[in-house]
């Protein structure tokens, strides 16, 4: 039973390894009659542990150590780990409570305290209140103003502290007060203004309306607006009746005598009135922008009238635009007088003193729905411009061809250009400048094809010449610079919402096309005068040729021909890219005439196959300027 005890302890070890096992159970194959035994014992010693594993599952559930007991003490203890947690919050809460009402005493002293210090400090500011008050009513009566500047700040700033008590009739009663001397005050000092100005003592009672504006000051923005406005309605209201009750004075003819009233009436204010109100009020400012106001409502009615009439000429073009440039004058002069002011104050970070009028466009702006009558007098001009341009000769008589000579009318048009553009920019920079803008891309079109193209399209009887097409070319040149350079300054100028809208492409490709019929223009005068040489040529009886001799004679007159008219072409053409263009186009179409030539001079026998092929070596081109 050596191999059962082996067995047995081979079982047991850590590192049991059954195939080693096997393998020496069953060393031979005399051993393989045990297998039977073998079993029997491993099954025996698989029932004996697992009667063991069970006895140890049972003493581990139900001995005194057990899992159950150690969970069942575990949670007795939890439970009294919170009864002791509640015990400590209960006694916490207790303690809260004492505390509360050890303090509360000295709680209550404390609210005393402070309520009994409020109390005093309302009961002396209602005393100053009142007092102030009393001195108030006083001072306004004897029209104090100096002193009641201050006092009625001091009144204000005190009553202030009263809106939470106004549910007390004393305190509401001296709020009805405050708030009645407030209005007595306003319609004194207007009175007061009044009656100096109606009766001409406003340098007697200087002193007493300057100390009137702090008044107003303290009483606030309502206030100091209505005084400044009944000041410029009474300055302004000589101004309103003379000009809006009379039609001829109020006519855009006598537009320089609304300006002229206007400076005697500013004169007369810094004289006599502005040292009267504060500068911080701003009132010349005030004054100048309602007198802009009503003359541009007043000019907005004029225009309207103007442009209904049905009895009579509408607006003159001219004397719009001498008013608007007028107006715009005087707007730049007003905007300048007041933006040079001193300022009250020298705190850039405040708001008060900030200039908030601007008279750019304060009155020109009634003009601008009527600055299409300007346009539509350039779309008039221009279209008389172009028929004289077609009639007019290409140079004056009395200067000369040069090489880098422009057409004359093509300069005068460049100017009247320039100007429009330039006056209209100063105009309006929205609308009406994009409608400037189309009506000057539609000229450029009408110029390119009914002056520069058309004088390529001649007849043969007037034909144009070389001098008159390089001069045709150098304009339509010069305009293709200048079309590009005219959309990125009308884009420069024009409202920045409107700048995709401006394109002069299509105007500037127009005169690069001018340009190249040009040079196709120089490349047909060559050919012409090679019409004898191809002649000469197709009249050669090329079938009946006997022997093949020196170059034909028609050769020789065409590169003559050629060269002695090419060279008078480059010595005129002033730009590279042109004499290129030229040269690239005289070969192609040289060319191609001469291979028509060949195929119309059929038949042709193998000897005068060879003279052509003679005839047809490369001759050296003329050079290049």
């Known amino acids: 039973?050596?191999?059962?005890?082996?067995?047995?302890?081979?079982?047991?070890?850590?590192?049991?390894?059954?195939?080693?096992?096997?393998?020496?159970?069953?060393?031979?194959?005399?051993?393989?009659?045990?297998?039977?035994?073998?079993?029997?014992?491993?099954?025996?010693?698989?029932?004996?542990?697992?009667?063991?594993?069970?006895?140890?599952?049972?003493?581990?559930?139900?001995?005194?150590?057990?899992?159950?007991?150690?969970?069942?003490?575990?949670?007795?203890?939890?439970?009294?780990?919170?009864?002791?947690?509640?015990?400590?919050?209960?006694?916490?809460?207790?303690?809260?409570?004492?505390?509360?009402?050890?303090?509360?005493?000295?709680?209550?002293?404390?609210?005393?305290?402070?309520?009994?210090?409020?109390?005093?400090?309302?009961?002396?500011?209602?005393?100053?209140l009142t007092t102030a008050y009393e001195q108030l009513r006083g001072l306004a009566k004897a029209r104090q103003y100096r002193e009641c500047a201050s006092l009625l700040q001091a009144v204000l700033q005190l009553m202030r502290h009263f809106n939470s008590y106004r549910s007390i009739d004393q305190i509401a009663t001296l709020s009805r007060g405050v708030g009645e001397i407030q209005r007595e005050l306003l319609e004194q000092v207007c009175e007061d203004f009044e009656m100096a100005f109606a009766k001409g003592e406003v340098a007697a009672r200087k002193a007493t309306l300057v100390e009137a504006c702090g008044v107003m000051d303290a009483l606030g923005d309502t206030a100091r607006s209505r005084l400044?406005?009944?000041?410029?309605?009474?300055?302004?209201?000589?101004?309103?009746?003379?000009?809006?009750?009379?039609?001829?004075?109020?006519?855009?003819?006598?537009?320089?005598?609304?300006?002229a009233w206007f400076k005697r009436m500013m004169k007369g204010y810094e004289e006599e009135h502005a040292s009267l109100f504060p500068?911080?009020?701003?009132?010349?400012?005030?004054?100048?922008?309602?007198?802009?106001?009503?003359?541009?409502?007043?000019?907005?009615?004029?225009?309207?009238?103007?442009?209904?009439?049905?009895?009579?000429?509408?607006?003159?073009?001219?004397?719009?635009?001498?008013?608007?440039?007028?107006?715009?004058?005087?707007?730049?002069?007003?905007?300048?007088?007041?933006?040079?002011?001193?300022?009250?104050?020298?705190?850039?970070?405040?708001?008060?003193?900030?200039?908030?009028?601007?008279?750019?466009?304060?009155?020109s702006v009634a003009f601008e729905p009527y600055l299409s009558l300007w346009v539509e007098s350039q779309d008039k001009a221009l279209a008389?411009?172009?028929?004289?341009?077609?009639?007019?000769?290409?140079?004056?008589?009395?200067?000369?061809?040069?090489?880098?000579?422009?057409?004359?009318?093509?300069?005068?048009?460049?100017?009247?250009?320039?100007?429009?553009?330039?006056?209209?920019?100063?105009?309006?920079?929205?609308?009406?400048?994009?409608?400037?803008?189309?009506?000057?891309?539609?000229?450029?079109?009408?110029?390119?094809?009914?002056?520069?193209?058309?004088?390529?399209?001649?007849?043969?009887?007037?034909?144009?010449?070389i001098q008159d097409i390089i001069l045709v070319m150098n304009t339509a040149d010069f305009w293709h610079t200048n079309t590009g350079q005219l959309e990125e300054n009308i884009k420069k100028r024009i409202d920045s919402e409107l700048v995709l809208k401006v394109d002069l492409t299509s105007q500037a490709d127009a005169f690069l096309g001018v340009a190249s019929t040009a040079v196709l223009a120089l490349v047909n005068k060559v050919e012409a005068d090679c019409d004898g040489a191809w002649r000469e040529m197709k009249n050669t009886n090329w079938s009946k040729m006997e022997s093949v001799g020196d170059q034909s004679s028609y050769v020789g007159e065409l590169v003559s021909h050629v060269n002695a008219r090419t060279e008078e072409i480059l010595a005129i053409v002033v730009k590279p890219q042109y004499a290129r263009a030229f040269a690239d186009n005289l070969v192609e179409h040289i060319a191609n005439t001469y291979i028509s030539n060949i195929v119309q001079c059929r038949p042709v026998s193998e000897v005068g196959a060879e003279q052509v092929k003679k005839d047809s070596r490369p001759h050296p081109p003329p050079p290049l300027p």
């Open 228 to 259: 400044v406005t009944w000041y410029v309605n009474t300055e302004l209201r000589e101004y309103r009746q003379v000009f809006r009750g009379n039609d001829e004075a109020g006519s855009l003819d006598n537009i320089g005598r609304r300006y």
């Open 279 to 363: 500068p911080h009020w701003r009132v010349g400012e005030t004054l100048a922008m309602a007198f802009c106001d009503g003359t541009r409502d007043d000019y907005k009615g004029i225009l309207e009238k103007s442009m209904r009439r049905v009895d009579g000429p509408k607006i003159d073009v001219n004397l719009l635009l001498s008013c608007l440039q007028e107006t715009m004058d005087f707007e730049q002069s007003i905007e300048r007088r007041f933006s040079s002011e001193p300022r009250a104050s020298i705190d850039t970070l405040s708001s008060a003193d900030e200039r908030t009028q601007n008279f750019h466009g304060s009155i």
């Open 384 to 465: 008389a411009m172009i028929p004289k341009y077609k009639a007019q000769p290409l140079l004056p008589a009395d200067e000369e061809f040069s090489p880098q000579a422009v057409i004359s009318s093509a300069i005068e048009l460049f100017h009247f250009y320039k100007l429009t553009l330039s006056q209209c920019a100063k105009l309006s920079t929205s609308e009406r400048l994009l409608d400037l803008a189309k009506t000057l891309a539609k000229y450029l079109d009408e110029y390119a094809q009914q002056v520069l193209l058309a004088i390529l399209q001649r007849p043969a009887q007037t034909a144009a010449s």
């Open 1 to 128: 039973m050596n191999g059962g005890v082996a067995e047995s302890l081979s079982l047991d070890a850590a590192d049991y390894d059954p195939i080693q096992h096997l393998n020496l159970l069953f060393s031979h194959p005399s051993t393989v009659s045990s297998i039977r035994r073998v079993s029997s014992t491993l099954q025996s010693e698989q029932n004996a542990l697992s009667a063991q594993i069970a006895a140890r599952q049972t003493a581990q559930a139900y001995g005194p150590d057990s899992s159950l007991e150690r969970m069942q003490s575990a949670q007795a203890e939890l439970g009294e780990l919170f009864r002791k947690i509640e015990t400590v919050r209960a006694r916490a809460i207790q303690t809260e409570q004492n505390i509360t009402a050890m303090t509360a005493d000295i709680k209550r002293l404390d609210g005393t305290k402070r309520n009994l210090t409020l109390s005093m400090t309302a009961l002396k500011r209602l005393q100053m």
